[in-house]
């Protein structure tokens, strides 16, 4: 599975940007798909998991401010993201989780890995 990323960018503390997640020929509603971010000095984290029947989890860092959805019809998922802080600024991941033998937002319970989207946002 190809997952293709596009978006983010700079923006100011309090501005807003959306992250898109394409896989081509990919039935986008078969299994969950997060999005993850790693900070510079800090491990990979779990941001937020749409699952097929399109419910949603959050960490708590970003609960209220992003909303994770996906369009199946297009096989794209996409990260919308408000009221930006500077300690969101971190490389974004999409993933296809193809495991469950860990917590939901452990990254090895996903297989397949887009290749990051800088998000940058200054105070």
């Known amino acids: 599975v190809q997952l293709v990323q596009s978006g983010g960018g700079s923006v100011q503390a309090g501005g807003s940007l959306r992250l898109s997640c394409a896989a081509p020929g990919y039935t986008f509603s078969t299994y969950p798909m997060g999005w993850f971010r790693r900070a510079p000095g800090k491990e990979r984290e779990g941001v937020a998991v749409i699952f097929s029947d399109d419910s949603t989890l959050y960490a708590d860092s970003v609960r209220g401010r992003f909303t994770i959805s996906k369009d199946n019809a297009k096989n794209t998922m996409y990260l919308h993201m408000s009221n930006l802080k500077p300690e969101d600024t971190a490389m974004y991941y999409c993933?296809?989780?193809?495991?469950?033998?860990?917590?939901?937002?452990?990254?090895?319970?996903?297989?397949?890995w887009g290749p990051g989207t800088q998000v940058t946002v200054s105070s």
């Open positions: 993933a296809v989780r193809t495991a469950s033998g860990y917590s939901i937002f452990h990254p090895r319970n996903y297989g397949y």
